[in-house]
């Protein structure tokens, strides 16, 4: 099949690929033209394990390229894919002005009869409206398909040829057929509905999992209180077929592109039909509260931050990806700086990405996670890299003005803390936690 992907972020991208490699002709289109030209070179404008291998090999095989002209490509293609961006408004309802405009294009440049994806996240009831901008605009015979997507970032390749389930909205039996056959090599597990309960599937599908995550920070923050250990809590509870082990790491909560945004705008879907969703709004509450649990313990040990350093391990918001769109770290950071404590920033990746969302003079940026610590007060760790569990305390403890790590992900065990002389807090597992005031530190050797 000849198919014409728009958008190349992390879902056109990724799904274009996919598509390529299961032996079709996928043309992917973007509007940014450094990103084509990137693209073009062979260069990936993302960080996505297995991404750039799985471009490479495709192009020079002939059935993946890249363009700006998106109406050639529209017109070679018997399937267009839609997957540009559905960012939040200030009301935290989401923006279709990316995806109207470019469903306008396709509608302009179409030439024959097409199958037109939507794999962008969109609310309930976008497909209908769609249909009708691009009925306005042409003659040409089209069916809508709602086929959302439910690949992370990080493990985005193993995802997308490996889905759990693909999810096909449509009124239109052939459209159906077509997209059921497109997908058919990468799973059995093949369910076809009607369009607005595709869309509402993946608004669900990540609420579920943000609830799941605000509940279990919910349950470390009593256990920090009753002296209960939440690793040990969500263990216990995930054995429970009906519960599962997955997503529930307690920690500083949830950020990127995707689930801040989903809630909220799942938030006003239910708003517009006078219905109040109290328990997502309170997920998404919990979670905010969550990140600034980091500057609380900092207050317990330190009292006033204002003169502190503090090194921060990690800005992207979770490990294997460059992407900082709403990471934690930026709340904690900018209230860090507010506070009057200076920041040593550390990642192994997505150092540019954050600096380009926020800089200022109170933030050293650091090559690793031993730069960062070096005279510092504390360190925060933010974001589970696998390297910065790597470090032996008892040595980083000689480069610190004191030795406190505040581990915003419950990456360090007993036995690396054993003897390290660091007083440590993590995430509701209390018996983990050495506690201890300030006042009470020894100089350091
Ligand atoms: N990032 C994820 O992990 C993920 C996973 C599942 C679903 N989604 C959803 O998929 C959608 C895309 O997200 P993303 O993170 O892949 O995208 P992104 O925001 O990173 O990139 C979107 C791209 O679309 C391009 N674009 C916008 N309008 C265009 C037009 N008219 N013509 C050509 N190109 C245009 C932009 O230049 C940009 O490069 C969103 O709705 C998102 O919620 C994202
Ligand atoms: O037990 C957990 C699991 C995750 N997280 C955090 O939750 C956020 C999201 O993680 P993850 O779901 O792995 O990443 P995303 O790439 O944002 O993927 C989510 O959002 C995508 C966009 O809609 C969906 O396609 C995916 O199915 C959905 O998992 C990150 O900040 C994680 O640190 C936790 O705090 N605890």
Redesign the pocket.
């Known amino acids: 099949m000849k198919i014409a992907v728009i958008g190349t972020g992390y879902v056109g991208l990724v799904s274009g690929v996919c598509f390529a490699e299961l032996k079709h002709e996928v043309i992917c289109v973007d509007k940014e033209l450094s990103k084509i030209s990137k693209l073009q070179d062979g260069e990936i404008p993302i960080y996505e394990p297995g991404l750039q291998e799985l471009v490479l090999r495709n192009a020079a095989e002939g059935r993946l390229s890249f363009t700006s002209d998106l109406a050639a490509a529209v017109r070679q293609s018997e399937l267009v894919i839609l997957a540009v961006g559905t960012p939040s408004l200030p009301s935290g309802e989401a923006n279709l002005a990316y995806i109207e405009q470019a469903a306008r294009e396709v509608a302009q440049a179409m030439d024959g009869r097409k199958i037109i994806m939507t794999k962008s ?1 969109v609310p309930v009831g976008t497909n209908h409206m769609l249909k009708q901008v691009i009925a306005e605009l042409t003659d040409q015979p089209f069916d809508i398909v709602s086929v959302p ?6 493990t985005a390749v193993k995802d997308t040829f490996n889905p759990d389930r693909i999810v096909i909205g449509s009124d239109d039996p052939a459209a159906v057929q077509a997209v059921i056959e497109l997908h058919r090599q990468l799973t059995e597990n093949i369910i076809v509905t009607d369009l607005r309960s595709a869309e509402m599937i ?1 608004y669900a ?2 609420a579920f ?1 943000a609830t ?2 605000s509940f ?1 920070n919910e349950i470390a923050n009593i256990c920090e209180k009753v002296g209960a250990d939440v690793s040990q809590v969500a263990a216990g509870i995930g054995y429970d077929h009906r519960i599962g082990h ?14 801040p945004k ?1 809630t909220q705008a799942l938030i006003q879907i239910a708003g517009n039909v006078d219905y109040e969703f109290k328990l997502l709004k309170s997920v998404v509450d919990v979670n905010h509260q969550q990140r600034f649990s980091m500057i609380h313990k900092l207050e317990e040990i330190f009292g006033d931050l204002k003169g502190l350093t503090v090194a921060i391990w990690g800005l992207a ?2 490990p294997n ?1 460059d992407d900082v769109r709403d990471a ?1 770290a930026i709340d904690i950071i900018r209230e860090l700086v507010l506070r009057g404590a200076a920041v040593k920033a550390c990642d192994p990746i997505a150092m540019d990405n954050f600096r380009k969302v926020m800089d200022s003079e109170a933030i050293t940026w650091c090559e690793d996670g031993l730069e960062a610590a070096c005279d510092a007060d504390a360190i925060c760790l933010l974001t589970e890299w696998q390297e910065y569990c790597r470090y032996q305390l008892k040595h980083l403890r000689r480069v610190m003005k004191h030795p406190v790590l505040i581990d915003g992900r419950n990456m360090y065990n007993q036995e690396q803390l054993q003897d390290s002389g660091f007083i440590y807090r993590s995430i509701g597992r209390p018996s983990m936690n050495t506690v201890a005031a300030i006042q009470t530190l020894q100089p350091l050797v």
């Open positions: 996240t997507e439910f690949l992370r970032e990080g993946k599908s990540n999992l799941k995550i279990i997955a997503f529930l790491r307690a920690g500083i909560g949830y950020g990127g592109s995707c689930f989903d918001f979770k990806t934690p």
